[in-house]
């Protein structure tokens, strides 16, 4: 089997005092190995925990972005929808569906308290002319004949303008000469639009 090792002498000796055998050697390694794969362990699962956290705040991320695009498209779809109804025709159009007239002339104070103008009343325009059907053969009236009824001759008398003979008063109508005035002026407009 093996030789016990003879006794050092002199130089070597003394190395071999300075110097541990192998036997506490390995021993003495072991807690350091430990300690570095304790830190390359702890390091790899410190990296794996960041870049999963990372992960999920991209995806995050990825998320409200698209919410922030979705709510912007609403978003802009509602201010069309706003920008469209707050025109000056659509406005007059929802005035006219509710039953509003526009205005007359206004009358203004001036500081001292003196009126200027002359206020007219506002008078509702003409009915504008709906689409009627076709009437049937059997319903067609005479050509001929004189068209009879008290809304005939009161509408004729009306705009004759001498009074009907019922005593009704007759429909007011606007002034044909205001009524172009009032097409031709430009609608208002807001300021920044």
Do not use: Y
Not at 11 to 37: C, K, N
């Amino acid at each position: 089997m093996s030789k016990p090792a003879a006794p050092l002498k002199g130089r070597a000796a003394r190395l071999a005092r300075l110097m541990p055998s192998t036997g506490p050697s390995t021993a003495a390694r072991t807690p350091f190995v430990l300690l570095v794969v304790l830190l390359l362990g702890g390091g790899l699962i410190t990296l794996l925990l960041l870049n999963s956290a990372l992960n999920e705040g991209s995806f995050r991320l990825s998320e409200l972005k698209r919410d922030t695009t979705e709510l912007t498209d609403e978003q802009q779809a509602l201010q069309r929808d706003v920008d469209s109804r707050s025109q000056p025709d659509a406005l007059e159009k929802r005035a006219r569906e509710l039953g509003m007239v526009p205005g007359g002339s206004p009358a203004f104070l001036n500081p001292d308290g003196t009126v200027r103008g002359k206020p007219t009343e506002a008078t509702a325009p003409p009915p504008s002319p709906s689409p009627s059907p076709t009437p049937s053969p059997s319903a067609s009236p005479d050509p001929d004949a004189p068209a009879a009824g008290p809304s005939a001759s009161g509408a004729a008398a009306g705009a004759s303008g001498s009074p009907s003979p019922s005593g009704s008063v007759p429909a007011t109508t606007p002034d044909p000469a205001a009524a172009p005035a009032a097409e031709d002026s430009p609608p208002p407009t807001s300021p920044g639009r």
